[in-house]
């Protein structure tokens, strides 16, 4: 077996990678992986014809039929989690005791006492255990982090922003997120309001304190298409079924530093496609970001307003290092992944890269996502 970081000729042996789950994200978590110079030595998929069918597709030495049997085989180091919400737990808790690391899609687990589990074992195994909050590694995210962090905008006052996306809009549109057996009891909220709210806390160093949210389900019945993919609509004809997930959270926060916000998520808004948009406003100056125009930054004064472009010659240092071409020359979500990637094989060599998304993180949005829903349910503020 190649223990990750072993030399090898004056090199490092190649990381050994499992993939499962070979959806859309499994394919993401593959190519960074390749990216990053590791072997994939195994994928496994919804049933063996679709593992054999993606082991191919993704380059990988083999297709396993079980999940398990993967996540503890003996050539692998890493373990990618890209299945629905409900195989996290089980297939991390089996990796980590089989001393694997792991990088587990969020949410990363059904619900907070299950995510708390993970945290546990992670922290226990002395494994690295990671989360692709990737939004983070947006240069231009980095660069309103760092100006924060400097106080050269004074005081953080309001954060205010959303997620907005529309491919759950129409009852013809499914995904294994709707059913609460599959993804949990939150979907919009769990899948992409964690990804805000774990963006809002890195830029401005505080953290969501407390919330007064109230979701609806403004769908009520979905064709049922288990194997649906996000953002590919359609399918065969299917039987309708009631819906008690999420499709939209309005919320309002308040952080441990006493800062006030507002942010909204839904996944039934038309023509938004992935929407993810934060603005903090501070004493001197505001800075927004956009998810889908990543490659500048609004900074806004009373005097003056500017757009920053990722100008590699003009970043702070921490958005420099995710810069990797020219400015001009956009990059986006995919090097986004890249760099997660790298920097978890790079914890997983020694490393301690600022800004790697940890279990932590994936238990703290665990628990964000819990307040969201007993807030929405009982009308009312709860404390995170
Ligand atoms: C679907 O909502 C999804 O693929 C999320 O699961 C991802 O985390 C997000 O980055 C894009 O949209």
């Not at 194997?227 to 609509?233: I, L, N, S, V």
């Not at 938004?272 to 609004?298: D, M, Y």
Request: net charge negative.
């Amino acid at each position: 077996m190649s223990a990750a970081g072993a030399v090898v000729v004056g090199r490092r042996a190649p990381v050994q990678v499992a993939i499962v789950g070979a959806g859309f994200i499994g394919a993401v978590h593959a190519r960074s992986a390749r990216l990053a110079g590791a072997r994939i030595v195994g994928v496994t998929a919804s049933t063996p014809e679709r593992s054999e069918e993606a082991a191919g597709r993704l380059g990988a030495v083999r297709a396993y039929d079980v999940a398990e049997e993967l996540v503890t085989a003996p050539e692998v180091d890493v373990v990618h989690l890209c299945t629905p919400n409900h195989l996290h737990a089980p297939l991390a808790l089996a990796a980590l005791a089989a001393g694997k690391h792991v990088v587990c899609e969020k949410p990363l687990a059904v619900d907070a006492v299950q995510a708390a589990e993970l945290g546990t074992a992670a922290a226990a195994s002395g494994r690295v255990a990671t989360v692709p909050f990737v939004y983070r590694y947006h240069p231009m995210v980095l660069e309103a982090r760092a100006r924060v962090a400097a106080g050269e905008l004074g005081a953080v006052r309001l954060v205010h922003g959303g997620y907005l996306q529309d491919w759950l809009s129409t009852p013809e549109d499914d995904s294994w997120r709707v059913d609460p057996e599959l993804g949990g009891a939150s979907r919009a909220f769990a899948d992409i309001g964690s990804h805000w709210c774990d963006l809002a806390e890195f830029i401005t160093g505080d953290r969501i304190a407390a919330v007064c949210a109230q979701s609806a389900t403004v769908v009520p019945e979905r064709a049922q298409r288990a194997g649906a993919r996000p953002f590919q609509g359609g399918g065969d004809a299917a039987e309708r079924r009631p819906v008690s997930t999420e499709d939209l959270v309005v919320m309002l926060f308040r952080t441990e530093g006493g800062v006030l916000g507002t942010m909204l998520v839904s996944q039934v808004s038309p023509g938004r496609k992935n929407h993810l948009h934060i603005e903090v406003g501070c004493e001197l100056a505001s800075v927004r970001f956009e998810q889908e125009r990543p490659e500048t930054l609004w900074l806004g004064r009373r005097e003056r307003t500017e757009e920053l472009w990722r100008d590699p010659a003009h970043l702070s240092p921490s958005a420099a290092r995710h810069a990797i071409v020219p400015v001009g020359h956009p990059q986006g979500y995919l090097e986004c992944f890249d760099a997660f990637v790298a920097d978890t094989y790079a914890a997983i060599g020694g490393a301690d890269p600022d800004g790697l998304p940890r279990f932590a993180a994936g238990v703290r949005q665990a628990h964000v996502t819990a307040a969201v829903l007993v807030s929405a349910e009982r009308g009312e503020w709860v404390d995170v």
